[in-house]
């Protein structure tokens, strides 16, 4: 039975309000941020999306050190996360009044070399269906098709390092969306090895229980779907969605309802720092979920100058577990967006989660990583391995596009400055059949 109506004592019912980019002014002088830093921000929110709420920024951002607070790198774009070229061009443009026409050619060009698209999501992601295209699928692994519902291309707020980035800034070209569920039961119908369904976005949760029901009831008459998961940044950016907001009573009963059916309802939670796991309203949120039969698995990436640290992951993951959510993926932070900014070098990311992994208790330990998302897979970096001819790294692939990889091993030489598979060099006794996956 769900926990109806249960919050945290003497707590008044808040209301969703965005704020984007227009809202910088208010936001900087509200909270007393330099002028340097407020401009900064102004500059770099024409190239990355910028949104946030007011839970975010009096709950979870340290306005005393805000140039180094973690929560706030990441959610507010700022100087050093594009190249220096392209901040000096936009910051020179914009200094001398450009016409609008001018910078907007600008922002194009350089969000075309941020990699809007990585890992092939377009060239080798997309479903063919009865001849057609379905732009708002994505079918990459046998078992697992994600979807896309055009209603849930947005989020309560948005990270600086997000991998979709390119779903908000407005340009239909590059989203991927399915305006309802039609196609995707189609596919579902004909493609019965898929027994998993994730729901993404954007974040699905920003739509309310009616949309959100209308793309979840569909998924209950396919018999070969046992998960569904929904994609969610919620939880830790506007965890009132499950507590106070109008229709979260109707939000748990329609997990309730997936679950009677006989399907498992997976929350993929994503919480990037150990500070959104610690106020009242998300304890009692990831309760209220929970009571209604859903899992809640928890996944972020590590992203420089926000969770580099190890004692960073293992305050997170025994947050998590003490919340009652399982610690699932540690990522690799995707070749995409302001990726010079946040990415960590492998040989430092496998360090950080095996110093952080080592002092979890036994039941925190179902957190796998650090794993790149990479075109043919998930590339575990299991470990670093001495021998007679040098070092390497231990590599294994824990999902792939051909599930004759899954699981097995592989070895790359170590490089204290790649972070990410096309900076390896694979290790010459490295099957072929794995070789021409990594290096097609």
Request: charged share 25%; net charge neutral.
């Amino acid at each position: 039975m769900t926990l109806l109506l249960d919050q945290p004592a003497g707590t008044a019912t808040p209301r969703f309000r965005a704020f984007g980019p227009r809202q910088i002014d208010d936001i900087a002088q509200r909270y007393g941020l330099d002028p340097s830093l407020r401009d900064g921000i102004s500059l770099l929110a024409k190239v990355l999306p910028f949104r946030t709420n007011q839970y975010v920024l009096d709950e979870l951002i340290d306005w005393s050190r805000p140039e180094t607070d973690p929560m706030f790198r990441l959610i507010f774009p700022q100087r050093g996360m594009l190249a220096a070229e392209d901040e000096r061009t936009l910051a020179t443009l914009v200094r001398t009044g450009a016409a609008a026409p001018e910078i907007a050619a600008v922002v194009h060009r350089i969000r075309a070399g941020l990699n809007p698209h990585p890992s092939g999501q377009r060239e080798y992601n997309v479903p063919v269906h009865r001849g057609e295209r379905l732009p708002g699928l994505q079918h990459k692994y046998r078992e697992t098709v994600l979807y896309f519902p055009t209603q849930g291309q947005s989020c309560h707020s948005y990270c600086t390092y997000c991998f979709r980035w390119a779903q908000f800034v407005g340009d239909p070209a590059l989203r991927f969306a399915a305006p309802d569920p039609h196609q995707l039961v189609d596919y579902l119908r004909a493609h019965r090895e898929v027994s998993d369904v994730l729901v993404t976005g954007g974040d699905p949760m920003v739509m309310s229980t009616e949309r959100l029901r209308g793309h979840l009831e569909p998924l209950l008459d396919v018999d070969t779907v046992d998960t569904i998961r929904i994609g969610t940044k919620s939880l830790a950016y506007w965890p009132h969605r499950y507590v106070t907001d109008p229709d979260a009573d109707e939000l748990l009963r329609l997990f309730e309802r997936v679950v009677a059916a006989g399907k498992q309802v997976a929350v993929m939670a994503h919480f990037t720092h150990p500070r959104e796991l610690r106020t009242p309203v998300v304890d009692t949120a990831l309760r209220r979920i929970r009571a209604t039969g859903a899992v809640v698995y928890c996944q972020a990436p590590m992203v420089a100058h926000v969770n580099d640290q190890a004692d960073t992951w293992t305050q997170l993951w025994r947050a998590e577990l003490a919340a009652g959510a399982v610690p699932y993926y540690m990522f690799v932070e995707r070749d995409t967006g302001p990726y010079d900014y946040f990415k960590v070098p492998l040989a430092r990311a496998v360090e950080i989660f095996h110093a952080a992994y080592r002092v979890l208790p036994g039941l925190a330990r179902t957190v796998r990583g650090p794993v790149m998302s990479t075109t043919p897979g998930k590339v575990i970096v299991d470990g670093v391995e001495s021998r007679a001819d040098g070092r390497y790294f231990v590599l294994r692939m824990v999902q792939a596009r051909n599930p004759a990889l899954v699981g097995r091993p592989f070895r790359a030489y170590y490089d204290t400055s790649a972070a990410w598979l096309s900076e390896l060099e694979l290790a010459p006794e490295v099957p072929q059949d794995i070789r021409q996956a990594v290096r097609p």
